[in-house]
C-alpha cells in the first residue's frame, strides 16, 4: 500500500533568497508594507487591548546577499496573534525589534505600527461610560546595535477661535481638530501620557456619549478656553521640550475650520 509522501522524502528545495548576488549593493530596506494583522496591546493600566494593526517590517540586507525570507517577517505578526501570546507594548518594542533582526539575521531592521486604540471616558456632568477611538502609531529601529522608538497619536479635540470670541456678540465659532503628537526617546512612557497632553491643551476634550448638561458643560468649557491652531502646537511643544524623557518631538495641529472650506495647519519639530 503506498503512504503519502511526508517531507523527508521530499526532493530539496532550493533556497534562492540565501543565494549570493554580485552587485555588491546594500539594501537598506526590503520587507512588507501596509499587512493587516491582529494583536493585542497593553498601556499604562497593563490590560491587552485586542486592535488590528497595520503593519510595516523591514530589514537591512548585506550586498551579498540575494533577497530576504518574506515569510518570517509575517510569522513574527502571527506569533503575537495566536491566544496566550503577552501583548505588545511601547517598553516591548525594542524586544520585538531585537527578534526580527535575529531572525533574518539581519545588520538592522524596522519595525512600524498603526492601529486604532479605545479609551473608555466618562462624561463630565452625568458619568455615562463610553468608548473614543484614537490612532497610536509606533515605530522601533534597531540598527548595528543602536535601538531608535518612536512613539505617536493622533487625537481629536475641540478648538474654539479666540478671533470670533473677540469680536462676536453672540457666541464663537468652534470645530473639531487633530492634535497629533510624534515622540523619540528610550525612557519608559505610555500612550495615555500623549492623549491627555493633547486633550488638556485644547478648548475641549471629546467624548462619545454626552446627555445635554454635558453638552452645555463641553460648550462652555471650549468657550472659557478659545485655542488658535498656534496655541495648540506651542501648548503641548512646550509641555514636552519640558519633559527630559524626549530626545525629540514633533506636534500637529489641523483644525477643519466651520465657516471655510479650507483647514487651519500649524507644526513644531525639535529634535526628531
Known amino acids: 500500500m503506498n503512504r503519502p509522501e511526508q517531507p523527508d522524502d521530499m526532493m530539496p528545495i532550493p533556497d534562492v533568497q540565501s543565494g549570493r548576488d554580485g552587485r555588491r549593493l546594500a539594501i537598506d530596506q526590503v520587507g512588507i508594507r501596509g499587512l493587516r494583522y491582529p494583536l493585542a496591546f497593553a498601556d499604562h493600566d497593563g490590560v491587552a487591548q ?3 494593526a497595520v503593519a510595516n517590517v523591514y530589514v537591512a540586507l548585506p550586498e551579498d546577499r540575494k533577497g530576504t525570507h518574506m515569510s518570517r517577517l509575517v510569522m513574527l505578526l502571527e506569533e503575537r496573534a495566536v491566544a496566550g501570546a503577552p501583548p505588545l507594548s511601547v517598553a516591548g518594542l525594542r524586544k520585538f525589534v531585537e527578534d526580527l533582526v535575529a531572525r533574518l539575521d539581519a545588520p538592522g531592521g524596522k519595525i512600524e505600527l498603526a492601529f486604532p486604540f479605545f479609551v473608555r471616558k466618562s462624561a463630565p456632568v452625568s ?6 477611538d484614537y490612532e497610536v502609531r509606533l515605530a522601533a529601529e534597531l540598527t548595528e546595535g543602536r535601538y531608535v522608538r518612536t512613539v505617536g497619536v493622533a487625537v481629536p479635540v475641540t478648538s474654539l477661535c479666540p ?7 453672540y457666541g464663537a465659532h468652534n470645530q473639531r481638530s487633530t492634535v497629533t503628537i510624534t515622540v523619540r526617546g528610550d525612557a519608559p512612557m505610555f500612550v495615555h501620557e500623549l492623549l491627555r497632553i493633547a486633550e488638556e491643551e485644547a478648548s ?4 462619545g456619549v454626552l446627555k445635554r448638561a454635558d453638552e452645555k458643560y463641553v460648550t ?3 468657550y472659557d478656553n478659545p485655542r488658535f491652531v498656534e ?3 506651542r501648548g503641548v511643544a512646550q509641555r514636552l521640550g519640558a519633559d527630559p ?6 506636534v500637529e495641529a489641523e483644525n477643519f475650520e466651520s465657516i ?6 500649524a507644526r513644531i519639530a525639535r529634535g526628531l
Do not use: M
Open 50 to 52: 485586542g486592535t488590528i
Open 245 to 250: 524623557r524626549f530626545a525629540g518631538f514633533c
Open 260 to 265: 471655510h472650506n479650507h483647514s487651519a495647519y
Open 204 to 207: 475641549s476634550e471629546l467624548y
Open 220 to 222: 462652555e468649557r471650549a
Open 163 to 169: 478671533c470670533s470670541k473677540e469680536v462676536s456678540e
Open 231 to 233: 496655541d495648540l502646537v
Open 127 to 132: 458619568g455615562i461610560a463610553s468608548l473614543l
